[in-house]
Nanobody
Framework: VQLQASGGGLVQPGGSMRLSCAASGSIFSINSMRWYRQAPGKQRELVAAIPSGGSPNYADSVKGRFTISRGNAKNTVYLQMNSPRPEDTAVYYC???????????????WGQGTLVTVSS
């Protein structure tokens, strides 16, 4: 299983940016898809999650500004970042909790990380 993330870069405060992450390979089912971030000198934190068949949930710091969604193909997850702030600057990682077969339990898979810099 591979996760390919894209969409990072420089964005101005108050602008918008969308991150994408596509999962490929031997996927039997997906339990949930998430975005984490890690700022310099800080621990990795959960930004947003969307469970299969459930409602999205968000860190308090991004509620009302960021939106997580899944693509029509269901193996893709997006993070729409509106009105980003300098404190949102971090490396963003996609994470997928999935099963590769009916007999094996779900496992975490991680994308390679994409840097988002919020600055004017």
């Amino acid at each position: 299983v591979q996760l390919q993330a894209s969409g990072g870069g420089l964005v101005q405060p108050g602008g918008s940016m969308r991150l994408s992450c596509a999962a490929s390979g031997s996927i039997f089912s997906i339990n949930s898809m998430r975005w984490y971030r890690q700022a310099p000198g800080k621990q990795r934190e959960l930004v947003a999650a969307i469970p299969s068949g459930g409602s999205p949930n968000y860190a308090d710091s991004v509620k009302g500004r960021f939106t997580i969604s899944r693509g029509n193909a269901k193996n893709t997850v997006y993070l729409q970042m509106n009105s980003p702030r300098p404190e949102d600057t971090a490396v963003y990682y996609c994470n997928v909790f999935l099963r590769t077969s009916m007999v094996l339990g779900p496992t975490d898979y991680w994308g390679q990380g994409t840097l988002v810099t919020v600055s004017s």
